[in-house]
């Protein structure tokens, strides 16, 4: 992982000290009760890349938190927040197989409103490293509406997603 993220940024001990070991460690346990959402994508018995959901309580830290609370709109059921795709497949589709899946999953736990806040990616090629977001394209391709900017380059973007009907 980038700097031993692990993908904590966004939950509520994402300043947990000891470094990376810690961090991989407090990952583990979430994974381990339950207590943390990702669709991965596999090839084989490898995993090339995922995205990470949850409600906004278990992930309350968003990037411009001033800027999307100003609006006063009230929390979505899920956030999608955070991508890690392997740097060998980057640019194949890996975000999107994502995406659906954390989309399908949702779905299987209720549905409801979910919102994400992608990268408007413009001009000079932006890094992986500041698309952790994703796209703003991404999002749009897969139905959501961009509902209001509140970065430099990112949105809120939203999107109402059904309960999946029980087979």
């Not at 995922?50 to 309580?57: K, V």
């Not at 100003?70 to 795709?85: H, K, S, T, V, Y």
């Not at 999953?105 to 500041?130: M, N, R, W, Y």
């Amino acid at each position: 992982m980038f700097g031993g993220f692990w993908c904590i940024g966004f939950h509520a001990e994402r300043n947990t000290p000891g470094g990376y070991d810690a961090r991989r460690q407090l990952k583990k346990d979430k994974v381990r009760h339950g207590a943390t959402h990702a669709a991965l994508v596999m090839s084989g018995q490898t995993c090339t890349g995922w995205a990470q959901f949850g409600s906004p309580a278990e992930l309350p830290f968003i990037k411009h938190r001033k800027a999307y609370d100003a609006a006063g709109q009230p929390l979505p059921d899920w956030r999608i927040n955070c991508f890690f795709i392997g740097r060998a497949h980057r640019r194949g589709g890996v975000a999107a197989v994502a995406r659906d899946g954390a989309l399908s999953l949702i779905a299987t736990v209720g549905g409801g409103v979910v919102k994400a806040s992608p990268e408007a990616i413009e001009g000079p090629k932006t890094a992986a490293l500041f698309l952790f977001g994703g796209t703003l394209g991404l999002f749009q391709r897969a139905g959501f509406d961009a509902v209001r900017k509140i970065g430099l380059h990112r949105w809120v973007v939203r999107r109402h997603v059904p309960r999946a009907m029980a087979t």
